[in-house]
């Protein structure tokens, strides 16, 4: 079996994508770093591995770790061992973890934070008037990052005076281009500001879930303060990382596809196909680290080997033309149906997807409402993916917003 390496600077996220699926359902690759593990590249088996139990999120199980093969000042650290929470535990721990976050994030509980996404959307669209006609504006910057970061983090209870640091620290932390030397230290910075956040909402509980976990702990729900340190943090990089790229995402993809952005505006195509379709053909998760194989696994005609890590390569399954058909590659926001994957699938799926979708649904429609003439200011070909191997994050999203509301204004 051929070994891919993924690109560290992500210059050829398609192209890349491409070639995992071209390596049948379960690749070899190399990770930055020169760690080797493996990936799942279609869809069906990828369902069928994030539901088998022979897979697990216990990192003791990998071979590679146990050997001491995986330096703690490589890039990746923090993704591969985040430290004890419902992200790296299975079973009952798993549901211990994990039922008090579910629990905030139903669907009907998220739904009451429209108003104030409304709100939140309202106030950028505001600030992206004020900007000079005509001048370039980025908007993932001025408009992308500041809602979801808001959002999540009046769920979750976190100052706005802490975003810019936790903006710089998650930048070192996704990014494959952190100096080795600087890793340890920016693991030890980010698990001291959560549990400066922790602190201060013990000693001050809100009406937040930040104080509902360390209430549940105190109640005889057996959380740890690791756990709750270890959850905030997770729900904090998970709840906004993902809908920035959404956002963009979608504004790309319609902008680069005018024809169906122009069913879109005249109401042909519903904005929920365009954010299920952006999520399927442009997700904003590309591998996500790491599961691993506690005996030898049957993926089609391959096999897992018991200890080897798995990713989860949603960047190649979204296009998978056994699942899609042969339009598998092309942006098609009518496509029906379009049972994608995006936020995973079994015990694990993302608790933060109706939030996300939310958002999203919310923050789209009013932007593109107030500028329907929005353009690129740059040729799609220039935009630039970030060094992230897990998330699809271009640099930024130059745009020209054109008249507020068009012409008639």
């Not at 070994?3 to 992500?10: E, H, K, M, S, T």
């Not at 088998?52 to 590679?64: L, T």
């Not at 790296?88 to 549901?95: E, F, L, P, S, Y």
């Amino acid at each position: 079996m051929t070994r891919i390496a993924l690109d560290p600077f992500v210059r050829d996220l398609d192209g890349e994508s491409a070639a995992l699926r071209a390596a049948g359902p379960l690749a070899e690759v190399e990770l930055p770093g020169g760690v080797h593990v493996y990936a799942v590249t279609r869809h069906a088996e990828a369902r069928a591995l994030l539901t088998d139990s022979r897979v697990v999120k216990d990192i003791n199980v990998w071979g590679a770790w146990q050997r001491g093969e995986i330096p703690m000042d490589w890039p990746l650290i923090g993704l591969a061992n985040p430290g004890r929470s419902m992200l790296t535990v299975d079973g009952a721990d798993h549901r211990r973890l994990r039922t008090l976050v579910a629990q905030a994030l139903t669907v009907r509980r998220v739904e009451r934070l429209r108003a104030g996404i409304e709100a939140l959307t309202n106030a950028s669209l505001e600030k992206l008037a004020a900007h000079p006609a005509g001048e370039p504006v980025d908007l993932k910057a001025e408009f992308a990052y500041p809602l979801p970061m808001n959002v999540i983090s009046e769920l979750m209870g976190v100052d706005a005076a802490d975003h810019p640091r936790l903006k710089e620290l998650f930048e070192k932390f996704f990014s494959t281009q952190t100096p080795p030397e600087e890793v340890p230290q920016m693991m030890a910075d980010l698990g001291a500001l959560f549990t400066k956040i922790v602190n201060d909402k013990r000693a001050n509980p809100g009406d937040d879930l930040t104080s509902a976990l360390i209430a549940a702990s105190e109640n005889g729900d057996h959380l740890t303060d690791e756990e709750i340190v270890n959850t905030l943090q997770l729900i904090i990089a998970a709840g906004h990382e993902t809908t920035i790229s959404l956002i963009v995402n979608v504004v790309e993809a319609l902008q680069t596809h005018p024809e169906q952005r122009k069913q879109v505006l005249n109401g042909e195509i519903g904005w929920d196909g365009v954010i299920e379709e952006t999520l399927r053909w442009n997700t904003p998760t590309s591998h996500v680290l790491i599961r691993f194989a506690t005996e030898d696994i049957e993926v089609g005609d391959k096999i897992l080997p018991k200890g080897e890590g798995l990713l989860i390569s949603f960047g190649a399954l979204g296009r998978d033309e056994e699942q899609y058909g042969p339009t598998a590659g092309e942006f098609d926001a009518a496509r029906t149906p379009n049972r994608h994957i995006a936020f995973g699938h079994g015990p694990h799926v993302c608790p933060g997807a109706a939030l996300s979708r939310l958002e999203a649904g919310i923050a789209l429609p009013a932007l593109y409402e107030r500028f329907p003439e929005l353009e690129l200011a740059v040729p799609a070909a220039e935009l630039r993916n970030k060094p992230i191997v897990t998330q699809n994050d271009l640099y930024e999203l130059p745009v020209k917003l054109g008249c507020p509301f068009g012409h008639d204004a």
